[in-house]
């Protein structure tokens, strides 16, 4: 049984930062495109950042450019979001998610994704 499981979600002031964390176990982790995505209330989910099975490649949605960071830790099976200067635009649920593959496409469609952890709200504050 596949289980993806985010942490690291808060209350943070406009200019703040964060890192978020995911775990995902019941998969071969290291051979999987991992990726994050984000949903504002009255929003479509959209894609944030994706990153490739071994990390070398990674995609950022233009309004986190400069400003996130995702990462992972094959050997822990984790992935990290860093978030920087954030800003109340960024307040929403954040979920992490599984391809179930390691094709790489380059970009971050929910569509794309297979598994899904049940998020972790990032709340930022003016």
């Known amino acids: 049984q596949v289980q993806v499981v985010e942490s690291g979600g808060g209350l943070v002031q406009a200019g703040g930062s964060l890192r978020l964390s995911c775990t995902a176990s019941?998969?071969?982790?290291?051979?999987?495109?991992m990726a994050w995505f984000r949903q504002a209330p009255g929003k479509e989910r959209e894609g944030v950042s994706s990153?490739?099975?071994?990390?070398?490649?990674?995609y950022y949605a233009d309004f986190v450019k400069g400003r996130f960071t995702i990462s992972r830790d094959n050997a822990q099976k984790t992935i990290y979001l860093q978030m920087n200067s954030l800003t109340p635009d960024d307040t929403a649920m954040y979920f992490c998610?599984?391809?179930?593959?390691?094709?790489?496409?380059?970009?971050?469609?929910?569509?794309?994704?297979?598994?899904w952890g049940q998020g972790t709200q990032v709340t930022v504050s003016s």
């Open positions: 019941g998969l071969l982790f290291n051979l999987n495109t």
């Open positions: 998610a599984a391809a179930g593959s390691a094709h790489w496409r380059g970009s971050t469609l929910p569509s794309d994704f297979r598994y």
């Open positions: 990153i490739s099975n071994g990390g070398a490649r990674t």
